[in-house]
């Protein structure tokens, strides 16, 4: 039996919506901030470039692309507000807006398809011309 995106998304813990505090946020922030300067995580990293994402993970991507597109809307000044603020308008947006987010991340798929492909094709052509520079 196969699973909804939605379904998917809170199994995995990957629900792009959900509503985190200034903590959370914060703690995140240092956790990745730790993480992004290991080697292992770079390398990881590295490769995922060359892998074309699941359909869940682009789902994911698409949603967060669709809530982007509402926030630049409606929000126009929401980098510029304090942590606190983004928290309250994240609440809003996905209370008011959650049922457009959904309709626009479904048209928004086709466009994230495409970029991952192009994404793919791009770092595999840094890693050819890298490799056959190295063999020079």
Not at 74 to 100: C, E, H, T, W
Request: charged share 40%; proline share 1%.
């Amino acid at each position: 039996m196969s699973k909804t995106i939605e379904q998917f998304n809170k199994d995995m813990g990957l629900d792009e919506l959900r509503v985190i505090n200034v903590a959370q946020r914060r703690k995140i922030a240092r956790r990745m901030a730790r993480l992004a300067k290991s080697s292992a995580f770079k390398k990881k990293k590295e490769r995922s470039l060359l892998k074309i994402a699941s359909p869940e993970k682009q789902a994911v991507k698409a949603r967060k692309a669709a809530k982007k597109l509402i926030v630049k809307k409606f929000y126009k000044n929401y980098d510029q507000l304090s942590p606190q603020m983004k928290v309250r308008i994240d609440q809003q947006i996905q209370a008011k807006y959650g049922a457009a987010i959904n309709k626009i991340a479904g048209r928004m798929k086709i466009k994230v398809k495409k970029a991952e492909m192009d994404k793919v094709k791009k770092a595999r052509a840094a890693r050819q011309a890298k490799q056959s520079e190295e063999r020079n």
